[in-house]
């Protein structure tokens, strides 16, 4: 079992920061790739970035130099710096989690850019 638990959402104005916190506890040695998706209200859920198990990355057109992705390993703890935020940034963030056979999400933050 994993389990992901986020922090860091909230309300913005266009142009501003934030950042996300995705706290990874249970089998981390299992996690073979973790990243961020996002839902609006009344849309499907879709991938913001993802981050392989040898760092390499894969984000969203809608984010690509705006958004970035890191991890502290010591602290067990994802991050999703989301600069020069958008209206159409507005959503329920979730962290994602992948092990060889299953899949894991955190609980959702949200986030709203108002204008």
């Known amino acids: 079992q994993v389990q992901l638990v986020e922090s860091g959402g909230g309300l913005v104005e266009t142009g501003e920061s934030l950042r996300l916190s995705c706290e990874v506890s249970g089998r981390i040695s299992e996690i073979t790739a973790m990243g961020w998706y996002r839902q609006a209200a009344g849309k499907q859920r879709e991938m913001v970035v993802y981050i392989a198990g040898d760092g390499s990355t894969n984000f969203a057109d809608s984010v690509k130099g705006r958004f970035t992705i890191s991890r502290d390993g010591a602290k067990n703890t994802l991050y999703l710096q989301m600069n020069s935020l958008k209206t159409e940034d507005t959503a329920v963030y979730y962290c994602?989690?992948?092990?060889?056979?299953?899949?894991?999400w955190g609980q959702g933050t949200q986030v709203t850019v108002s204008s």
């Open positions: 994602h989690a992948r092990t060889g056979d299953y899949e894991y």
